[in-house]
């Protein structure tokens, strides 16, 4: 099993910038993708970027040019970095790990983009 542990998120304002991060633990060798999930009130959850353990990408289109995720292998991390931040970014946020034994999530962080 892959346990994720969340931190980060907040209230930040229109045009802020965040980080978010995600440490795994468990069986970690076993992860071949690391990802960040949405979900708003009222909406489905939705991928927001993800990262394989090789280093590809995938953004969805309203975050392209303001989100970057990265990983940190050693310490078995995965940051979402998201600048210019608007209100329709206000959601919870959940980390996710697709691996060997399975789909893990995170516990969830609230981010709202707010004045």
């Known amino acids: 099993q892959v346990q994720l542990v969340q931190s980060g998120g907040g209230l930040v304002q229109p045009g802020g910038s965040l980080r978010l991060s995600c440490a795994a633990s468990?069986?970690?060798?076993?992860?071949?993708?690391m990802g960040w999930y949405r979900q708003a009130p009222g909406k489905q959850r939705e991928l927001v970027a993800s990262?394989?353990?090789?280093?590809?990408?995938n953004y969805a289109d309203s975050v392209k040019g303001r989100a970057i995720i990265s990983r940190d292998n050693a310490l078995n991390t995965v940051y979402l970095q998201m600048n210019s931040l608007k209100p329709e970014d206000s959601a919870i946020y959940y980390c996710?790990?697709?691996?060997?034994?399975?789909?893990?999530w995170g516990q969830g962080t609230q981010v709202t983009v707010s004045a």
């Open positions: 996710n790990a697709r691996s060997q034994t399975g789909n893990s």
């Open positions: 468990g069986s970690t060798f076993s992860i071949w993708s």
């Open positions: 990262i394989t353990s090789g280093g590809t990408t």
